[in-house]
């Protein structure tokens, strides 16, 4: 039976660090050894840290070695951002709490 740290995999083909998963499930009270049964994945833990695991691939660089490259779209990474957000706010997770939209640009008067 797949496990907690099999599932956290699964959700990228990036190559997170096995330390990253300790931290996340560390920090989310998870063992990565534990079986991934239906009701471990829908706890509140465990989409916790699948949003952890969302959020640090989605600001991860793009690495290549030798003929492997991992890149991911600008897109991908919205995407990966607002799952991860989404989860955040379903359980009252302020950990990536957008920023205030700052406003660039002209700041004059706009009549």
Known sequence: MATVLDSLKSISGYPVPLRTFANIATTRNL??????????LSSAEYRLAKAD????VS?????????????????????????????YKEYGDNAYEPESK???????NRR
């Open 53 to 56: 695991t969302m959020q640090w």
């Open 102 to 108: 700052a406003t660039f640009g002209y700041k004059g």
């Open 59 to 87: 600001f991860a660089p793009n690495v290549r070695q030798s003929d492997i490259q991992f890149d991911l779209l600008f897109s991908d990474r919205q995407e990966l951002r607002r799952a991860a957000n989404a989860i």
């Open 31 to 40: 063992a990565l050894d534990a079986e991934a049964a239906p009701e471990l």
